[in-house]
């Protein structure tokens, strides 16, 4: 297994690159509004994917296919963040509840949604192992996400 190992002076780098260092406050305001994990095991061996998507736009996303890993990180801008926070909220995402129903050989898939909106902010997280029909909301949850992936990282992850 690949290891990706970013140094603390590369990080460093990041941040003052990044619209955080524009900030005048000590205030930063990045909070994760979304987070989306598959993670198991497939015919073929282990899968594993991780997006994380913050307030102020930064995105990360690494992956982990068979021996094949990968990790990259952009900024998108806040808007568009929160686009895909009320897109995930038109959806159903703020209210899905977990659906366990056995798979063989599928990976697991869990999205958490948050809303920024303070310490009474609605937020939810829920679990899944396959995708229904054209009309089943889990399925449009995962196409939602997986459009924002290719968007966002158009050169892919």
């Not at 941040?15 to 990045?30: M, W």
């Amino acid at each position: 297994m690949k290891r990706i190992w970013i140094p603390a002076v590369a990080l460093l780098g990041l941040l003052l690159a990044s619209p955080l260092s524009a900030q005048t406050s000590l205030e930063i305001d990045c909070q994760p509004l979304v987070v989306y994990d598959i993670s198991g095991h497939g015919i073929a061996g282990p899968i594993h994917q991780h997006l994380a998507v913050y307030s102020d736009g930064l995105t990360t996303i690494s992956s982990l296919v068979l021996a094949d890993s990968s990790a990259d990180l952009t900024w998108v801008s806040p808007d568009r963040v929160y686009q895909l926070v009320e897109a995930l909220s038109a959806l159903g995402a703020f209210g899905l509840p977990d659906r366990w129903e056995s798979v063989a050989d599928m990976p697991a898939t869990t999205v958490t949604v948050f809303e920024d909106n303070g310490a009474n902010a609605r937020h939810n997280t829920f679990s899944f192992f396959d995708t229904g029909g054209p009309r089943d909301p889990y399925r449009n949850v995962v196409a939602t996400l997986e459009s924002y992936i290719d968007e966002a990282f158009p050169a892919g992850p």
